[in-house]
């Protein structure tokens, strides 16, 4: 069984701060995907990041970074000097293998609420 | 390009009542998926078809059949509605094969009385 872990249900910001969005997976398996989307209040889904379980390597797209460490199964976003237009709830998700390796299916976490106020 | 389409946008219905969800695709993707999502809950799925012709049920597939039409459609019925259903659905489709990112359309809206 596989399990998406997102423990802050909300958090709350001031404009240009710092904030950190914590994920923690659970998987047997050793080849897996993790996933962050993003859904604003317009209700769509964005796909922001993909990162597959042999690369560890951080990465960093703008103001986003994401820290994957196998060690501690997490897998973290950071937006760095937060603006209003950030404001969304963030999906974690994991992907693992079925069907022979050939196709993947998504668990996600149930979300962090973040709002970044002006 | 629109990558994938869901229509409608907004449904009420009647308890006991059905109808068809329909998603579109014109991303190529031999994948595709449906989503239910609920307050606090996340992204649950429901059904999904890895290709065409194939259809699985994933962790929430009571009171829902779906229909793999072809490559680029993927249906979702619910053949007698509850209140329990009252909830925003979404459709994905995914990259093919391995490097699975999913990618998800507009979602629908659905209320049952």
């Known amino acids: 069984a596989q399990k998406v872990t997102q423990a802050q249900t909300e958090i709350s910001v001031v404009e240009k701060e710092d904030v950190t969005l914590d994920c923690v997976y659970e998987t047997r398996d050793t080849t897996y995907y993790l996933f962050w989307y993003k859904q604003p209040p317009s209700g769509e889904l964005v796909f922001l990041i993909r990162r597959n379980s042999f690369d560890e390597q951080n990465e960093i797209s703008g103001r986003y970074s994401w820290n994957f460490q196998k060690s501690t199964s997490s897998f973290n976003f950071t937006i760095t000097a937060s603006q209003v237009v950030d404001s969304a709830v963030y999906f974690c998700?994991?992907?693992?293998?079925?069907?022979?390796?050939?196709?993947?299916?998504?668990?996600f976490g149930k979300g962090t609420l973040l709002t970044v106020n002006p | 390009n629109a990558g994938v389409t869901q229509t409608p946008k907004f449904q009420v219905l009647k308890t006991g009542q059905s109808m068809t969800l329909q998603c579109a695709q014109d991303?190529?993707?031999?994948?595709m998926y449906w989503y239910r999502q609920d307050p606090g809950m996340g992204l649950r799925l429901i059904y999904y078809s890895a290709s065409e012709g194939t259809t699985d049920k994933g962790e929430v597939p009571n009171g829902y059949n779906v229909s793999r039409l072809n490559k680029r459609e993927f249906s979702l019925r619910l053949e007698s509605a509850a209140p329990s259903q009252t909830s925003v659905y979404f459709c994905?489709?995914?990259?093919?094969?391995?490097?699975?990112?999913?990618?998800f359309g507009p979602g629908t809206r659905l209320l049952v009385l």
């Open positions: 994905a489709g995914g990259d093919t094969p391995y490097q699975e990112t999913q990618y």
């Open positions: 991303m190529n993707h031999n994948s």
């Open positions: 998700a994991l992907s693992e293998a079925w069907s022979g390796g050939s196709n993947y299916k998504l668990t």
